[in-house]
C-alpha cells in the first residue's frame, strides 16, 4: 500500500500573510483561496502536497520540517537574509543566524508572526 499526505492544514493569525510568507522564503507557488467560502491560503509545496492555511483566532504554532537540494537550500537562505528573517541552527534558537544544523550538514529553523517553526535541512 502507498500512502501520500495530499494536504495539512496550516494554523496562521492571518491565513494570507502567512502563506505568502512561506511561499516567498521557500520560493514556492501561492495557489488562489480554495475551501469553504475561499477559507484557506493555499501553497503548493509538490505535485502531492500543499500546505492549506486557515486564520484561527489564537492559533498554536506548528512546526513543520522541509528536505531541500543545497541549491534550494541556498536560495532559501538568501531570501531570509534578504529579507531580514531571524534563522538559526537550532529550535530553541531559531535567531542565531547559524546553518549548523545537529541532525544534517546544512539546515536552519525560522519562525511566521503566528510562531509556526519551520525548519529547513539539506544534505549539503
Known sequence: ????L???IVPARD?????DFLAGV?????????GFDGKFAPVEVNDSLTLQFMTVPDAEPH???FDVTPEDF???L??????GVPFGSSPLEPDNGRVDHPLCPR????????????EVMSPA
Open 1 to 4: 500500500m502507498t500512502i501520500t
Open 6 to 8: 495530499n494536504h495539512t
Open 15 to 19: 491565513n494570507a500573510a502567512a502563506a
Open 26 to 34: 521557500l520560493g514556492l507557488r501561492r495557489l488562489p483561496p480554495d
Open 63 to 65: 512546526h513543520l520540517a
Open 74 to 76: 541556498d536560495e532559501i
Open 78 to 83: 538568501a531570501r531570509l537574509r534578504d529579507g
Open 107 to 118: 539546515g536552519l529553523f525560522f519562525c511566521d508572526e503566528t510562531g509556526n517553526l519551520y
